[in-house]
């Protein structure tokens, strides 16, 4: 017996002493963990740096926007319109677009533009927050005592409520605002000479000082016509001593709008200058040319799932923030689904050095991908076996399959750069006017299968002497700026842009040379045709000029002359042509193309593009495939298992155009009593709490529109939805 104060009891039991425990001596689920937190890491430092790029181009898109408008605020019109002494209202009409989403965004980075230099008094209406004159009100005051910093000021808006009144609001921007410049600026200028003071004074009568009240109407089509004239006519009657500026967000057009929501009454009192936000296929572009089409980052979308993203953005919303999200669920997605995806460092050093430091566990994740898969398949099968088995060859491989991979990756953007500028001014624009469209077109088929790329050079054979010249100066400076950004290396490989480049400026000089005789036959040419004169010439019968004439016409349709030109242009474009499809192979065909590449399209039409009524009736006729429990996993009949909203709508199914609630009900019951179990003696008896169930499951359908009650029958329900 074991003597311990800790085991001591009255009744003397026994007690349970569990075994310590045993460290594990298995390495492979630590190697697991910190390859998953690796892979977590690596994902946030990847989606930082995208971010923080996407914030740098939203900023650069919206400053000059922003800039111009802080401008003609500041600056704003203060003319009076004579007797009455009554000043327009500077009014900018924004004209955002029709990206719905986004409008929130920007018109909050406005709010906190105008608030940090312009004035802090800011007001943001929306339509849905101003029925009527009344609630309009409340908000315009409630937004201006926010805005407030002396309480006793924010409390007193406060206590109005909805009783806030223009003459209210004027009243206080009277006392607290032009008084209150006005004694800081005597203040300051009490302490300097009188010449400085009436040189103040003069500036202050030329050019009002006073921070205006901004009111934002963010969806200005949306208010009603009749409270837009009561709130502009009102505010117009206190605009000799009361500074507005008012901004109309516009989806549309803005002519239209004008027509249909003012009246000439109202637009006597506005001073309107127009403005446009930046578009947002500008804002795309940019996203494309500078994070998914570029060697920068390694993380890549595959063609499908880039054709799906950019279909959402052209035929939904037009919106970038819902872009950006998409784009980050891909990432997110695709770091978290795919354990290989931990090499897809930011740079070629990095990826190498942690493939070098993986043990062979680690190191056969990779095997084990298709694409690596098929390049072993290739090798010899003892090679490939040995390689596979040995730690030491599988790292050495793995390595030259990472460089070679990154190398690609920075021929072939700058290669499809090139390809772009030579095809997108062509007739029919057969690859398309934008970059991502030939990286679509050629993700999965070779350049030279795909039929629209054939077209293009069939186009190019005929261009011009000065169209090849413009082409091929393009292409040059792209190489250059490719060069100065990553940097070159003496490199053997004939395809490599150096090289090409090379011969750009080789077949440039001779095209940008003054030289008349490259409209001109080589003299071979004209050799030729005269000893085929002088052959003529020694003709002595009919049948042997006959022959002759015939041999010529031959030669004429099988070889057409050429001049110097058309040679010097079937030279430039064959070799243009062989760096365009060495360089722009298929990237599925690329070894570790899973780990840098998402191509899961499937996944983001799941998650990305919604379906409501199909996703609702999936999850009530299976709801497993949401609610992960086991009892729900295949099962062929109604459980009791089910949620009660599923059971109801199952039962529904099996009814015609109408549906009788007892039964219904009496059905509910019999499968939340007893589980298919052959237990006969089910509780016939309905109990309240049944009821209860039933009740809350018929309002749950009737609430999604499966069900609604008829006037036919009072004791039934009539059904919507048909498969």
């Not at 039962?651 to 298919?676: P, R």
Request: proline content about 3%.
């Amino acid at each position: 017996m074991i003597n311990d104060e800790n085991t001591t009891s009255i009744s003397k039991d026994c007690f349970f002493f569990p075994a310590a425990k045993k460290k594990s001596s298995s390495k492979v689920g630590v190697g697991k963990n910190e390859m998953s937190k690796a892979r977590k890491k690596l994902c946030d430092e990847v989606w930082g740096e995208m971010e923080t790029i996407v914030n740098t181009l939203h900023d650069e898109l919206q400053g000059n926007l922003f800039q111009q408008l802080l401008t003609f605020i500041q600056g704003r019109n203060l003319q009076a319109t004579g007797i009455t002494s009554q000043v327009k209202i500077s009014t900018a009409v924004l004209i955002t677009g029709v990206n719905m989403p986004d409008h929130k965004s920007l018109f909050t980075s406005l709010s906190n533009n105008i608030s940090n230099d312009v004035s802090p008094y800011v007001v943001s209406l929306q339509s849905r927050q101003s029925i009527n004159m009344k609630t309009l009100m409340k908000s315009f005051g409630t937004q201006l005592a926010a805005s407030l910093k002396n309480d006793d000021e924010r409390s007193e808006f406060e206590k109005r409520g909805a009783m806030v009144t223009m003459s209210a609001i004027e009243e206080w921007y009277l006392k607290n605002v032009v008084d209150g410049e006005a004694r800081s600026s005597k203040s300051s200028s009490s302490k300097s000479s009188p010449s400085k003071r009436r040189k103040v004074a003069a500036a202050s009568n030329q050019s009002s000082t006073k921070q205006p009240i901004v009111v934002i109407f963010e969806d200005f089509e949306a208010f009603p016509r009749k409270l837009l004239h009561d709130f502009i006519l009102t505010s117009s009657f206190h605009t000799s001593k009361l500074e507005l500026v008012f901004i109309f967000g516009v989806s549309t057009s803005w002519e239209e709008i004008s027509q249909r929501l003012l009246s000439h009454s109202s637009m006597v009192h506005l001073d309107i200058v127009k403005f446009q936000a930046p578009a947002p296929s500008r804002h795309l572009s940019f996203i494309f040319d500078k994070i998914l089409l570029t060697d920068e980052f390694p993380f890549k979308l595959s063609g499908k799932c880039l054709q799906l993203a950019l279909d959402v953005f052209l035929r939904y919303d037009f919106s970038i923030s819902n872009f950006i999200r998409s784009l980050k669920f891909c990432v997110l997605e695709h770091f978290r689904k795919q354990p290989a995806s931990v090499i897809c460092q930011m740079t070629v050093e990095k990826a190498a050095s942690l493939v070098n430091s993986m043990k062979l566990e680690d190191l056969k994740m990779f095997t084990s991908l298709n694409s690596v898969q098929k390049y072993f398949a290739s090798m010899d099968q003892s090679k490939a076996k040995e390689i596979k088995s040995c730690r030491k060859l599988l790292k050495k491989e793995l390595v030259t399959l990472v460089h070679a991979i990154y190398g690609y990756h920075d021929n072939y953007f700058v290669t499809m750069k090139c390809l772009n500028v030579m095809t997108r001014h062509l007739p029919n624009l057969p690859m398309g006017k934008q970059i991502r469209e030939i990286f679509c077109a050629c993700h999965r088929k070779p350049l030279g299968d795909l039929a629209q790329f054939r077209e293009a050079f069939l186009y190019l054979r005929v261009s011009s002497r000065d169209q090849l010249t413009k082409y091929f100066q393009s292409c040059i400076n792209i190489i250059d700026d490719h060069v100065e950004h990553v940097g070159t290396s003496p490199t053997q490989d004939p395809h490599s842009p150096e090289n090409y480049r090379t011969e750009l400026v080789r077949l440039l000089t001779t095209l940008s040379s003054d030289d008349s005789d490259l409209d001109y036959y080589d003299s071979d040419e004209y050799e030729e045709a005269e000893k085929a004169v002088e052959e003529m010439s020694k003709v002595k019968y009919t049948y042997q000029l006959q022959q002759r004439l015939r041999e010529k016409r031959a030669a004429k349709t099988t070889k057409k002359r050429k001049t110097k030109f058309e040679k010097l242009r079937e030279e430039a474009l064959l070799r243009s042509r062989d760096f365009f499809e060495h360089n722009l192979r298929p990237p599925v065909n690329m070894e570790l193309y899973e780990v840098f590449y998402f191509d899961s399209p499937q996944t983001m039409k799941e998650r990305l593009i919604s379906s409501p009524r199909l996703n609702i009736e999936t999850a009530l006729s299976d709801p497993y495939y949401y609610i992960k429990v086991k009892e729900l996993d295949n099962c062929a009949y109604i459980s009791s298992s089910f949620p009660d909203v599923s059971i109801a709508y199952k039962l529904h199914l099996e009814s015609g155009s109408l549906i009788n609630l007892y039964d219904w009900l009496k059905a509910f019951h019999v499968i939340v009593t007893s589980d298919y179990s052959g237990d006969d003696d089910a509780n016939d008896d309905i109990d309240e709490t049944t009821q209860a169930r039933f009740v809350q499951a018929v309002s749950e359908l009737q609430l999604m529109g499966f069900i609604k009650p008829t006037k036919k029958k009072i004791d039934h329900m009539q059904r919507l939805t048909w498969s």
